[in-house]
């Protein structure tokens, strides 16, 4: 049974970089079938995806953390990691991994997020 | 980017009450369509995928319908540990969006 864990540091200043690491195990990122995404959610808010990359490198980011997102897999580790870069206060969140699994036939596919981390907050202050 | 919406915010019901969760998208997605289970303190689970494909291990009172733009979650017979906040969200196209979350309360 595959499990997601993320970790990284829970606390860190306006401007500088966020960086986490989802650690995958019982599976692997390299599997052809997945993607591998990030999910955030700000206290008392609802859930925003970040993006997802699949094992090849190839990524998709959300518009509207483009500019900012960087995610990158390393399938030596079996993890896959996401940078933010600047921080502000609005960047404070709990971060989920997941993985994103297909399903269907005759090259339509359905996507979802079956597998998650329990996920680690994340606190933008000086 | 596709809206999607969800109806009510939040719900008070009784253990075993019958209730419907709505989803609406602000375009068609045909059935991509999920939705999570999420409670405090913990990451969300996958309870419909598709739209109306029940996730492995996920009880058979929860079921799904829908497609295009119009979705709904059903439970059955609200049970003790349903009482949640449930979240739907589309996979049709990047960037893939989640509903605002619909709060589910003991009455």
């Known amino acids: 049974q595959v499990h997601l864990q993320e970790s990284g540091p829970g606390l860190v200043k306006p401007s500088e970089t966020l960086s986490l690491t989802c650690i995958v195990s019982?599976?692997?990122?390299?599997?052809?079938?997945?993607?591998w995404s990030w999910i955030r959610q700000p206290p008392g808010k609802g859930l925003e995806w970040i993006g997802y990359?699949?094992?090849?490198?190839?990524?998709n980011y959300n518009p509207s953390l483009k500019s900012r997102v960087t995610i990158s897999v390393d399938t030596s580790m079996n993890q896959f990691s996401l940078k933010l870069n600047p921080v502000t206060a609005a960047d404070t969140a709990v971060y989920y991994c997941a993985r994103v699994s297909p399903t269907g036939s005759n090259y339509y596919y359905y996507y979802y997020m079956d597998v998650w981390g329990k996920g680690t907050t994340v606190t933008v202050s000086s | 980017d596709i809206q999607m919406t969800q109806s009510p915010s939040s719900l008070s019901a009784s253990v075993g009450d019958r209730v419907t969760i709505t989803c609406r998208a602000s375009?068609?997605?045909?059935?991509?369509l999920n939705w999570y289970q999420q409670k405090p303190g913990k990451a969300p689970k996958l309870l419909i995928y598709a739209a109306s494909s029940l996730q492995s291990g996920v009880p058979s009172r929860f079921s799904g319908s829908g497609s295009g733009t119009d979705f709904t979650l059903t439970i059955s017979s609200l049970q003790p540990e349903d009482f949640a906040a449930y979240y739907c969200q589309q996979s049709y196209s990047t960037p893939y969006t989640f509903g605002q979350g619909t709060k589910l309360e003991i009455k």
């Open positions: 375009q068609s997605i045909s059935s991509n």
């Open positions: 990359i699949y094992y090849s490198g190839s990524t």
């Open positions: 019982g599976g692997s990122v390299s599997s052809g079938n997945y993607y």
